[in-house]
């Protein structure tokens, strides 16, 4: 444990101190991004396809790092990001009255442009009809976005273009929320549609979602140590915790079959604070207490499925407002066997 002192409050332990982490160079958070991409592929792990925000797409040689891994990715692009909708003409002359160059680059005829103008002046996407698609369904009801898609080739980090990619505008049909993604895989490619590539990009909320409930409710952020070891350390019991909750509320599912009252992470851990903390406790005070907290879990659980539903109903009537039929329209959702 680390010492304290009146003063400086917590402080490092000689031990830790000297510890030194196994990369003591510097990296960049997608440096550290493909390096984890090696060891899931060293480990024997199979993607289908990769997605991450636009934190991520911006960096040109973390793409470039995986498509020489020949992985599949879908991410969500800036609205600043270059690129061309036509594979542009490459020369090796350089501009007049200038020396001649020794490296390949972009005819002045064809400079690139931002994703965001080529939404507006492009006639590729100006002649485009919008699409809708059901992505998801979420607690207030389905979420219908509208789609337009082109070939694109993405402008690396030396000016030129990259392979063919895909590029999806999607705009919410409420909101008028316009997002971008960037895939390294095509519609009409051996496997790829455009629906599974919609269903790759827009499943990142579940990886924020599954951080959100470390954060909230397993205490991920709230350590309090210096040292790597202490928040190693923090971190690995941290994702136990996660994953024994996890799987307690799977099993839950599974017995409980298509139940729409299913348990939810948060309610697993507070059912084992419970258990925890009555486990020394005599008999019927430990009764006592289970009643009670099973008389809030149904409690609570009665109250979210009437949240869910009259927030689903009204989803629904904005939707046939905008003269939408939800069961009607192209989808997203995997149907469950």
């Not at 350089?94 to 020396?99: E, I, N, Q």
């Not at 895939?183 to 590539?197: Q, S, Y």
């Not at 971190?235 to 348990?263: I, K, M, W």
């Not at 939707?319 to 995997?334: A, F, M, P, Q």
């Amino acid at each position: 444990m680390p010492c304290t002192s009146p003063r400086l409050g917590p402080t490092i332990p000689r031990a830790e101190k000297n510890y030194v982490p196994d990369a003591v160079t510097f990296r960049t958070k997608p440096q550290i991004a493909l390096g984890l991409v090696d060891q899931s592929l060293a480990a024997g792990i199979v993607v289908k396809a990769w997605t991450f925000d636009e934190f991520y797409t911006r960096d040109g040689e973390f793409l470039d790092g995986l498509e020489a891994r020949n992985q599949v990715f879908v991410g969500e692009l800036p609205v600043h990001a270059h690129g061309w909708l036509k594979k542009p003409q490459i020369t090796q002359v350089g501009p007049k009255r200038c020396r001649p160059t020794k490296h390949p680059r972009v005819t002045s005829r064809h400079p690139s442009r931002e994703v965001r103008n080529l939404l507006k002046h492009s006639p590729v996407f100006r002649q485009q009809a919008w699409q809708r698609y059901r992505i998801k369904d979420t607690d207030k009801g389905p979420e219908v976005w509208e789609i337009k898609w082109a070939e694109f080739w993405r402008k690396e980090t030396h000016g030129l273009p990259g392979r063919r990619h895909c590029l999806i505008v999607a705009r919410n049909v409420r909101t008028k929320e316009v997002k971008f993604f960037l895939a390294n895989r095509v519609p009409g490619n051996p496997g790829v549609t455009l629906r599974w590539l919609l269903r790759v990009a827009f499943q990142r909320w579940s990886v924020e979602s599954c951080f959100r409930q470390a954060k909230e409710e397993l205490g991920m952020d709230h350590y309090e140590v210096r040292g790597w070891r202490c928040i190693h350390r923090h971190f690995y019991v941290t994702q136990l915790s996660h994953l024994f909750c996890a799987r307690v509320r799977q099993e839950y599912d599974r017995s409980e079959g298509n139940s729409p009252d299913r348990l939810t992470l948060e309610q697993v851990r507070s059912a084992i604070n419970c258990w925890l903390c009555v486990a020394d406790l005599k008999p019927d005070i430990r009764q006592d207490r289970y009643q009670r907290e099973l008389d809030k879990q149904t409690y609570y659980q009665r109250r979210n499925a009437q949240a869910r539903k009259s927030h689903t109903k009204t989803r629904i009537a904005t939707l046939r407002e905008l003269g939408i039929d939800v069961d009607k329209i192209k989808s997203c959702i995997l149907e469950e066997t």
